[in-house]
């Protein structure tokens, strides 16, 4: 029986190493493991021997059987992975290979410019707020001394929601400014915050000009504010976005809700002042609208304008990422191409 076993191991072993797929190492397995292999009946039958020869034919049958089973199973390590290699394209796996990095994701350039804007004047004191996008007409326009038929309206080319002869007219706000009034009208003085938030206007489009683009509004009103401090805070927010060599202009405007009114410009990066296509000549690029909150605006919003006085300012978040880091064009922010948008 000895002999026999024998034989019939290294037979097994010879045709294992000829096998070539699972399927026919499965057959194997069953011819020689399985419930009616050879070995199998050769390990029942040891019931059937007198004990002596029983003992050292059971231990040989064991032993075949073990080795037949570690044989078995390193074969078949082997053909599943060489079956791995054919199903992706014959490539040898190389599993040392180290994994393929995700592409991490990142804010865009508008997102990070208003935080940076909303910490610098957080540091000064003031606290960030948002507000509603669709406004009605009275918040918009009416509340900030501009009434229905008032020049000024067209200063601010508007995308209407309902007919503009209503009232009661919804639209998509073209400034922040109308949150000077939702502030005042909820809370007391002393006011200072600031409101980042997308703003709309029915206009062409240009290298500094979009239909959608964001602003920064921004109010303060307590007992004792003044022009200077209106200047001292908006000079110490273009230092600390522009640096301190970057030319700053401060000079008068007109808007209805503010008296006096002005606008800060910051020279031309392009064009350092010699005149360019981005700031149409000019030299200089306007960042913002501000003045001293107009002594109406404050009594309709309930604030005693003989007792408190402020400042607001609306700054354009776009025209300061087009200055900050030197864009040539506002139309690549929502342009979507990630060329552009990988440099921030
Ligand atoms: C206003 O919107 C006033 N609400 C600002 C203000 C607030 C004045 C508080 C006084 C007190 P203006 O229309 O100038 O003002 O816009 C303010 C800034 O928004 C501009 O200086 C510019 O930086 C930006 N801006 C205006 N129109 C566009 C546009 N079409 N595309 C991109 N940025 C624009």
Known sequence: MADELDVLESAALAELRELQ???QL?????????KKSTLTSA??????????QRRTAGAHSNAVKASLQSEYEARKQELSLSTIGESIGGACLDVTLPGRALPIGRLHPITQVIQEICSVFAR???????GPEVEWDYYNFEA????????????????????????NARLLRTHTSPMQIRIMEEHRPPLRFVVPGRTYRYEATDATHDWMFHQVEGLAVDSDITLRDLKETLFEFCRSIF?????VRFRCDYFPFVEPGGEIAIECFQCRGGGCRLCGSTGWLEILGTGMVHPDVLARCGIDPSVYSGFAFGMGVERITILRYGVDDIRHFYSGDFRFLRQF
Request: net charge negative.
């Open 21 to 23: 797929t699972l399927s």
């Open 26 to 34: 499965e057959a194997w397995r069953v011819r020689y493991l399985g």
């Open 43 to 52: 390990l029942r039958a040891l019931s059937a021997l007198p004990p002596e």
């Open 124 to 130: 000064m004191g003031f606290q960030v707020i948002d």
């Open 144 to 167: 900030l001394n501009i009434p229905q038929d008032h020049p000024a309206r067209d200063m601010f080319a508007t995308l209407w929601l309902d007919s503009s002869e209503d009232r």
């Open 243 to 247: 640096g301190r060599d970057t030319g």
